[in-house]
């Protein structure tokens, strides 16, 4: 069941959901084509905020950690688009390497690797988990709790292949961000590799994906005539940051000052009661670590020591040196009085579930992904693919299916985001 949801669903947002019901025969053909141009990763996750007048995305994952807290009802949607991509890349694949993060006390994560791997073994793969732990010299079992546990492997490599001990698999799938590097044991191997090393935060930058999310919102709001900005969030970039010695202080001023008065401009225009605000987050990062949210100019200014430190190191004791400035969406959706958003999965092009990630210590302006925040994994009642075209636009399956529409545009940003990549490496212009 869909726990008790509230939401202030009126005005535009309303009016983008008629669009999009209106339109969907030419929103399935359109994506469609898209993808006959533009390869889907492997899997994606796509954080969205609903502010009762903008739905749009604020953060696309590439190497998704929640598989757990999917609808368990939903899992055959995640086996068949496995199949799905797995077909492509290796379709007489019986064996897969998964590697994850390394990561042995945090048991909700290992509990998303464990739900990976049996999503991907009833596709018939034979799936086994191989760590990237330098002192793993051995398979350690965790307990994940209920009876179940993980088998977590050495890696083991050989020539240009990377498998275990006794197991030669024809892909490895990562569920690794790479946000400290890419490790030389994963440099130069033969093997399918999912998703590819430049889709890793050491290579990945959050502006660039929203400077690709531009172009998409753009066609999109062509396609179903409405504006893009109600899907799509402004942002600027500051680089040469230094949050400690306070360099980059005049840029990000700038850009928050320049940021809100666009913001203004658009609540004017739809006579939008709120007050703007501006998050600064790591341009490359992940975890919810290095964000925070201002209201003004001076707010970048008048940092703390606390706070300083807070936004100069990201995942794995990265250092902070540029920085995304995002238009902030207000989060109107509460879930027994606490704040939520939804978060959309999807494997190849489909989407295959979601959740709301809900925390009751934080505001509607305010980052979720912190400590304290849950998840209720039964949020979708239908599968977001199935809008009812003859019911109300605020109605369940119809509010999932934008929802889901919204992420796979994400998704196709993340694809062009790819490519862009891809083409750079080629032209041995990135690392």
Same mark, same amino acid.
């Given at each position: 069941?869909?726990?008790?949801?509230?939401?202030?669903?009126? @005005?535009?947002? $309303?009016?983008?959901?008629?669009?999009?019901? /209106?339109?969907?025969?030419?929103?399935?053909?359109?994506?469609?084509?898209?993808?006959?141009?533009?390869?889907?990763?492997?899997?994606?996750?796509?954080?969205?905020?609903?502010?009762?007048?903008?739905?749009?995305?604020?953060?696309?994952?590439?190497?998704?950690?929640?598989?757990?807290?999917?609808?368990?009802?939903?899992?055959?949607?995640?086996?068949?688009?496995?199949?799905?991509?797995?077909?492509?890349?290796?379709?007489?694949?019986?064996?897969?390497?998964?590697?994850?993060?390394?990561?042995? #006390?945090?048991?909700?994560?290992?509990?998303?690797?464990?739900?990976?791997?049996?999503?991907?073994?009833?596709?018939?793969?034979?799936?086994?988990?191989?760590?990237?732990?330098?002192?793993?010299?051995?398979?350690?079992?965790?307990?994940?709790?209920?009876?179940?546990?993980?088998?977590?492997?050495?890696?083991?490599?050989?020539?240009?292949?990377?498998?275990?001990?006794?197991?030669?698999?024809?892909?490895?799938?990562?569920?690794?961000?790479?946000?400290?590097?890419?490790?030389?044991?994963?440099?130069?191997?033969?093997?399918? $590799?999912?998703?590819?090393? &430049?889709?890793?935060? &050491?290579?990945?930058?959050?502006?660039? &994906?929203?400077?690709?999310?531009?172009?998409?919102?753009?066609?999109?709001?062509?396609?179903?005539?409405?504006?893009?900005?109600?899907?799509?969030?402004?942002?600027?970039?500051?680089? /040469?940051?230094?949050?400690?010695?306070?360099?980059?202080?005049?840029?990000?001023?700038?850009?928050?000052?320049?940021?809100?008065?666009?913001?203004?401009?658009?609540?004017?225009?739809?006579?939008?009661?709120?007050?703007?605000?501006?998050?600064?987050?790591?341009?490359?990062?992940?975890? @919810?670590?290095? %964000?925070?949210?201002?209201?003004?100019?001076?707010?970048?200014?008048?940092?703390? #020591?606390?706070?300083?430190?807070? *936004?100069? +190191?990201?995942?794995?004791?990265?250092?902070? #040196?540029? +920085?995304?400035?995002?238009?902030?969406?207000?989060?109107?959706?509460? %879930?027994?009085?606490?704040?939520?958003?939804?978060?959309?999965?999807?494997?190849?092009?489909?989407?295959? /579930?979601?959740?709301?990630?809900? &925390?009751?210590?934080?505001?509607?302006?305010?980052?979720?992904?912190?400590?304290? *925040?849950?998840?209720?994994?039964?949020?979708?009642?239908?599968?977001?693919?199935?809008?009812?075209?003859?019911?109300?636009?605020?109605?369940?399956?119809?509010?999932?299916?934008?929802?889901?529409?919204?992420?796979?545009?994400? *998704?196709?940003?993340?694809?062009?985001?790819?490519?862009?990549?891809?083409?750079?490496?080629?032209?041995?212009?990135?690392?």
């Amino acid at each position: 069941m869909v726990p008790h949801l509230t939401t202030a669903l009126t @005005g535009p947002l $309303l009016d983008i959901e008629r669009h999009v019901l /209106g339109a969907t025969p030419a929103i399935e053909c359109w994506l469609r084509n898209q993808w006959h141009e533009h390869e889907a990763p492997f899997y994606t996750s796509v954080d969205l905020r609903n502010s009762g007048f903008k739905l749009a995305p604020v953060d696309t994952n590439l190497f998704p950690g929640g598989f757990n807290n999917l609808n368990p009802d939903f899992i055959p949607l995640a086996v068949q688009a496995a199949m799905s991509a797995v077909d492509k890349i290796c379709p007489d694949t019986e064996q897969l390497l998964l590697i994850p993060e390394n990561h042995t #006390r945090n048991i909700f994560y290992l509990q998303n690797v464990a739900r990976l791997a049996d999503i991907l073994r009833l596709t018939g793969l034979n799936v086994r988990i191989g760590s990237l732990i330098p002192e793993l010299d051995k398979p350690m079992e965790i307990d994940l709790g209920d009876g179940e546990s993980l088998l977590l492997e050495p890696i083991v490599r050989r020539a240009n292949r990377i498998g275990l001990a006794d197991y030669d698999p024809c892909a490895i799938l990562l569920n690794n961000d790479l946000s400290a590097g890419v490790p030389d044991i994963l440099r130069g191997i033969e093997q399918s $590799l999912l998703p590819p090393l &430049h889709a890793g935060w &050491h290579v990945r930058r959050k502006s660039q &994906h929203f400077a690709a999310y531009d172009q998409v919102a753009q066609q999109f709001g062509e396609l179903v005539d409405i504006d893009p900005w109600l899907i799509n969030p402004y942002f600027s970039v500051c680089s /040469g940051v230094d949050f400690h010695a306070r360099q980059g202080e005049e840029c990000l001023e700038q850009q928050v000052a320049l940021l809100l008065d666009k913001i203004r401009v658009k609540y004017q225009e739809y006579k939008i009661d709120a007050e703007p605000f501006v998050i600064i987050k790591a341009d490359a990062g992940t975890y @919810g670590m290095g %964000i925070m949210t201002v209201k003004s100019p001076e707010d970048v200014r008048d940092l703390n #020591r606390k706070q300083r430190n807070k *936004m100069a +190191v990201g995942k794995e004791g990265t250092s902070t #040196r540029a +920085v995304l400035l995002q238009e902030g969406v207000h989060t109107f959706e509460n %879930i027994n009085d606490a704040v939520a958003e939804p978060v959309v999965y999807m494997m190849d092009q489909f989407v295959v /579930g979601g959740f709301y990630r809900v &925390h009751t210590g934080r505001g509607v302006d305010e980052n979720l992904n912190s400590p304290g *925040m849950h998840f209720v994994p039964l949020a979708f009642e239908t599968p977001c693919c199935l809008p009812d075209r003859h019911a109300n636009p605020d109605s369940t399956p119809n509010r999932f299916y934008t929802y889901g529409v919204v992420a796979r545009l994400a *998704m196709l940003a993340a694809s062009i985001e790819l490519e862009t990549h891809a083409a750079l490496l080629v032209d041995g212009k990135t690392a």
